[in-house]
């Protein structure tokens, strides 16, 4: 079973404008979620992480929202760079035990 | 260079083989993770530990596989009689034990592959 979801596979952006990428999860355990990125032939990145006591995290142009009710969270780049074309794969937590989506192949446009 | 070293970088072999990967952790980490990842899918929990506790042993895909940490510092996962199904990348992460929620840091993994 999939408890994380990410629907979107691919994704394209203009330099500059903002990058939005969604993620699900059906776990109400999950109290902890984080955001990766991933280069060819390279081990997933940590970007930014959230706990479950907030709604918002900020770190430079990352910011990750997540919506409880919704059990819904989204990256946020902005303003993208062609450097941050990559696979970005969100993961939720609960007892130590991580979980992943399937990933987002993000292609910044320069 | 003080991140997760993960070797060998690549391993073929012949079905029904044994094989062993080894994991360095961060030197301070006290946790560390193992993962499989098959192409198009995100990583795929097997085991964790704390020091050399194996604290999460459930998720192994079956009793082929095993993994160690003897001394709480590096780890090693073993997969007995392989199978073409087990080609993958195998990950290694670790993080730190601590009041709050830690990141985990990935290696670049071991790619795994079957004849």
């Known amino acids: 079973d999939q408890q994380v979801k990410q629907n979107s596979p691919s994704l394209s952006v203009q330099e500059g404008r903002i990058s939005i990428l969604n993620c699900d999860y059906t776990?109400?355990?999950?109290?902890?979620f984080l955001w990766y990125k991933k280069y060819p032939a390279e081990g997933p990145t940590f970007l930014i992480s959230?706990?479950?006591?907030?709604d918002k995290n900020e770190d430079g142009r990352f910011t990750v929202f997540l919506n409880k009710s919704a059990k819904h969270l989204s990256l946020h780049i902005v303003p993208s760079q062609p450097g941050d074309s990559a696979v970005y794969f969100c993961a939720a937590s609960a007892s130590n035990q991580f979980y992943f989506g399937t990933g987002t192949s993000l292609t910044v446009i320069p | 260079d003080t991140g997760v070293s993960q070797d060998p970088r690549h391993k073929i072999t012949k079905r029904g083989q044994n094989v062993t990967f080894r994991c360095d952790p961060i030197s301070e980490h006290n946790r560390l993770y193992w993962y499989r990842q098959t192409l198009g899918q995100g990583p795929e929990f097997l085991t964790y530990f704390q020091n050399e506790a194996q604290l999460e042993k459930s998720r192994l895909l079956s009793d082929r596989f095993s993994a160690e940490r003897p001394k709480g510092s590096f780890s090693t996962l073993e997969i007995q009689r392989t199978e073409q199904g087990d080609s993958a990348m195998y990950l290694c992460?670790?993080?730190?034990?601590?009041?709050?929620?830690?990141?985990?840091?990935f290696g670049d993994g071991t790619r795994l592959s079957i004849l």
């Open positions: 992460a670790s993080s730190l034990d601590g009041y709050d929620n830690q990141p985990q840091h």
């Open positions: 959230i706990s479950s006591i907030k």
């Open positions: 776990n109400s355990m999950f109290d902890y």
